[in-house]
């Protein structure tokens, strides 16, 4: 059983001090209504709204901060946790943290790539070659997982290059774009791991002073990320056109329905939880409604 984090009655997120998660992890919290003061060394942040604070360093450190209890929370790509969690399993070890939630931002994937040139058969056509990768538990795994003998060359960096010096027969490595891998005669043909910023804690539990703090912090969460893309839908219309209407609203959920004083028509109000295009509001006006108006949604608890 994974031990408890030692008591503490202030929450400790973890994020990326820089990098491609950083802003967008600063900008998600904030839009719960978390403000901090920043030390003068920058790697750490006081949080002035709710006892929640943060700590800034590198993404390859947060699965580690966690399980020694140096924080509670952090916002890692997937990528990085799940390699971690093969590197323990393979030892032998049970994972201490795990993911909490999705955050719908730095997508990419970790894919297996392999020269341009090569007609690619199957797994199997990577018997004894050699892949270079800086994810050597992932592609380990799944290279048992397919029956696949090959040697596994580690490397922290620039692993596109590996083919062209002659350090490997093909790569595994995160991919975005797949310019990069183009520009080095590379091209993807396995999909190891679908990756994306996720927000990660430990197995156990914490004490019941973070525990409630956690449980804020993942309503907000929730509500925060629901209303991301959310737009409330107003209009009016006919009672008889309705059952042509919502079916034009699929991404909503059950709409507010009201009788408009004075007037046979109706007045609804839909939260969309997709884009409210003009597209759309042309269909819904060619079907009966009227009046129809879009505004912004800046919070939402459920």
Not at 234 to 253: I, N
């Amino acid at each position: 059983m994974s031990p408890v984090p030692p008591s503490r009655d202030r929450l400790r997120i973890a994020i990326q001090k820089s990098g491609r998660l950083a802003e967008p992890a600063r900008t998600l919290l904030a839009s719960c209504g978390l403000h901090w003061r920043e030390s003068r060394d920058r790697l750490f942040c006081y949080g002035e709204t709710l006892p929640v604070d943060l700590l800034l360093v590198r993404d390859d450190d947060i699965p580690g901060l966690i399980a020694d209890g140096v924080c509670d929370l952090g916002v890692v790509g997937r990528n990085v946790l799940a390699e971690q969690q093969a590197a323990q399993v393979a030892d032998g070890r049970e994972p201490v943290f795990r993911e909490w939630l999705p955050l719908g931002f730095g997508g990419c994937r970790l894919a297996l790539a392999v020269p341009e040139d090569w007609g690619w058969q199957g797994p199997a056509q990577l018997s004894g070659k050699r892949i270079a990768t800086s994810y050597p538990s992932l592609l380990a795994r799944w290279l048992a997982d397919e029956g696949v003998s090959a040697d596994v060359v580690m490397l922290s960096g620039s692993v596109e290059i590996a083919p062209r010096l002659g350090q490997a027969d093909a790569i595994c490595d995160l991919v975005s774009s797949g310019a990069t891998l183009a520009a080095n005669q590379l091209k993807p043909v396995a999909t190891l791991c679908e990756s994306e910023a996720v927000l990660a804690g430990p197995v156990a539990g914490f004490d019941a002073v973070r525990g409630e703090l956690a449980a804020l912090l993942m309503r907000r969460l929730d509500g925060a990320l629901r209303i991301r893309h959310s737009k409330l839908l107003l209009f009016q219309a006919p009672r008889d056109v309705l059952p042509t209407l919502l079916p034009l609203l699929p991404d909503a959920e059950t709409p507010t329905v009201m009788r408009v004083d004075g007037a046979d028509d109706l007045a609804l109000q839909a939260l969309c939880h997709g884009a409210v295009t003009w597209q759309r509001l042309e269909e819904l006006k060619r079907a009966g409604a009227h009046g129809l108006m879009v505004l912004p949604v800046e919070g939402m608890l459920a």
